[in-house]
């Protein structure tokens, strides 16, 4: 299985073809070049709430996975919500 382009993932405003779109790309991998396709997600219509709270939640994924994998090695219990943490680690990392 592979894994995902770590974080930091950054969001950026970017132009494609006659609509506006919000582009997530990671700083140290990204090269400049309308040829060279290195976004890692792209929201549509970034003018939109909606689309803009999706840019930004998509862009703290990799952060958002490591802290919640962090809790779970420090606090782990058999409760509900915990066993909601595990879910969601495994869904992230494509095991669930």
Known sequence: MSTHTPGP???RKKWKSDNKALEIYHPDRSIES???????AIV???Q?????ANAR???AAPELLEALEAVISVADR???IF???HEA???AKGEA
């Open 57 to 59: 939640l998509i862009a």
């Open 44 to 46: 549509e219509d970034w």
């Open 78 to 80: 058999d409760t509900l």
């Open 89 to 91: 680690i495994a869904k």
């Open 34 to 40: 309308p040829f060279v396709p290195n976004a890692i």
């Open 83 to 85: 066993r909601k943490a």
């Open 9 to 11: 993932w950054k969001r």
């Open 48 to 52: 939109d709430e909606e689309s803009l």
